[in-house]
């Protein structure tokens, strides 16, 4: 499967030379893949928002190179604007952001940039409202008449809007309860299939990785402790609980069964993999 982005030998520190120097990543290399939905989690301080900022040009790495479709994102640095378009970050709290009178010309601004017509920025629009969770009734209103959750949803579509060739999205849904968090997520699998585009998503939340993700790079201390699919990184659960991290809550009641002798075969980090795997044990394929 081919790889839309890649870091290779990253390092970055703040504050060097100074006493508040802090290694943020250190020699990081990690690749990311086309069309994919890839989970990317560690505990705080572990270097994830670093290697975000990375991502789209936002930091330059002290070290090392980042790779979009194969081209150094630095190789031009007065284009670096141009990687913004390509790679869209959607930052912690992004309602924070919205200006614009309507929800419309909110999400429209980006393409408006771009030189698009009339006609295609309010096709983008349509499109990315609908991908985000936006209800058409909600376009011609003031974004700032608009609830908290709501508010997020019109400032990730105003980044679909610009169909990047990757969408990062930091910690989309903090803070929201668990109504909020799928009308902030829900949609992302069908923007993977319909556009092809690549999504990273931070987040804390382990259920949201094992629902939502495809693959998952682990952080730990400025490095990456483990890359794979979802499968394989929560089928390890007790190795990121060994190093601070949380797994799903449907991982600890599957440990917390093999560690009464009840041994599950099968998806162990979804409920409906775990409620598989204890019909099929009550069913007599106990080990």
């Known amino acids: 499967m081919n790889e839309i982005l890649k870091i290779e030998n990253v390092s970055f520190v703040y504050g060097k030379g100074t006493p508040f120097e802090k290694v943020a990543l250190d020699n990081v290399s990690v690749s990311f893949k086309k069309g994919r939905i890839t989970g990317l989690i560690g505990h705080t301080g572990s270097g994830k928002s670093t290697l975000v900022n990375l991502l789209n040009g936002l930091y330059k790495p002290e070290e090392g ?77 003031s974004p700032f008449e608009l609830s908290g959750g709501q508010k997020r949803r019109v400032a990730i579509a105003g980044i679909i809007a610009m169909r990047p060739d990757v969408l990062v999205l930091d910690e989309p849904a903090a803070g929201l309860d668990p109504r909020g968090r799928r009308e902030i997520l829900g949609g992302l699998r069908e923007y993977v299939n319909t556009l092809g585009t690549s999504v990273i998503l931070v987040s804390h939340s382990m259920e949201d990785m094992a629902h939502y993700c ?22 390890e659960a007790e190795s990121l609980t060994a190093v601070g991290l949380d797994v799903p809550v449907v991982s600890r009641v599957a440990i917390a069964l093999k560690n009464r002798g009840i041994n599950l075969e099968g998806t162990l980090y979804t409920t409906e993999g775990l409620r598989d795997a204890i019909l099929s044990y009550l069913k007599g394929g106990k080990k």
Do not use: H
């Open 65 to 141: 190179r980042v790779y979009l479709d194969g081209e150094d994102i630095w190789e031009k640095p007065k284009e670096i604007a141009k990687i913004r378009y390509r790679v869209g970050l959607v930052m912690q709290y992004p309602e924070y952001q919205l200006f614009d009178e309507t929800v419309r010309a909110d999400i429209g601004f980006a393409p408006r940039n771009l030189g698009l017509s009339p006609e295609e920025v309010e096709e983008r629009v349509i499109e990315a409202a609908r991908f985000a969770g936006v209800s058409p009734d909600l376009l011609d209103k």
């Open 214 to 235: 495809d693959d998952v790079v682990v952080m730990n201390n400025a490095k990456v402790y483990k890359t794979g699919t979802v499968e394989e990184i929560f089928s």
